[in-house]
T-cell receptor, first 112, second 113 residues
């Protein structure tokens, strides 16, 4: 089944404890992206990647890192999480030459 | 900076009534426009998109949207609401063919029996 998977789906952590949220797609998509969703703000793009080893900042990249060493994976790294990073995070991917994104199920992160 | 606004964070309609969800964007160049739907505890699902072809776009579940350049709008409509349409709807734009997406704040649609 073609899909975008994220792990974990739910995470509660404490301020300053490094964490990684994984994202994987099995559709051989070149484009991948991370968003955070907050009430009243919709989705805001954190980082995106056009292909392996090619990443760029979105609208709210501060406090986040990404890497794209393989086409299928695009992990989101929070080196030192803070409470303002408590949010619902979505990973998405798109096939080459199109603009249609396929979204993962989301990761709900709480930073205490 | 480009932005997307959605008028009304919450819209309620009766079952069978017309659904109208508003989306306006600000940009000096024509964008690609999308509507996504999010059901509770789920990810986003594409409803429809405009990519410079026909200005009236038909999507899934009976939804359609019309791109009006003069009004910088891309409102979403459905002639007759169904209970299963209750969800949150997001308008989104991209100006560089899928690299950088900007989403609106969302509109929660409630359908009353």
């Amino acid at each position: 089944e073609a899909q975008v998977t994220q792990n974990p789906r739910y995470l509660i952590t404490v301020t300053g404890k490094k964490l990684t949220v994984t994202c994987s797609q099995n559709m051989n998509h070149e484009y991948m992206s991370w968003y955070r969703q907050d009430p009243g703000l919709g989705l805001r793009q954190i980082y995106y990647s056009m292909n392996v080893e090619v990443t760029d900042k979105g609208d709210v990249p501060e406090g986040y890192k990404v890497s794209r060493k393989e086409k299928r994976n695009f992990p989101l790294i929070l080196e030192s999480p803070s409470p303002n990073q408590t949010s619902l995070y979505f990973c998405a991917s798109s096939p080459p030459g199109t603009d249609t994104q396929y979204f993962g199920p989301g990761t709900r992160l709480t930073v205490l | 900076a480009q932005s997307v606004t959605q008028l009304g964070s919450h819209v309620s309609v009766s079952e069978g009534a017309l659904v109208l969800l508003r989306c306006n964007y600000s940009s000096s160049v024509p964008p690609y426009l999308f509507w996504y739907v999010q059901y509770p505890n789920q990810g986003l699902q594409l409803l429809l998109k405009y990519t410079s072809a026909a200005t009236l776009v038909k999507g899934i579940n009976g939804f359609e949207a019309e791109f009006r350049r003069s009004e910088t709008s891309f409102h979403l409509t459905k002639p007759s609401a169904h209970m299963s349409d209750a969800a949150e709807y997001f308008c989104a734009v991209t100006f560089n063919y899928g690299q950088n997406f900007v989403f609106g704040p969302g509109t929660r649609l409630s359908v009353l029996p």
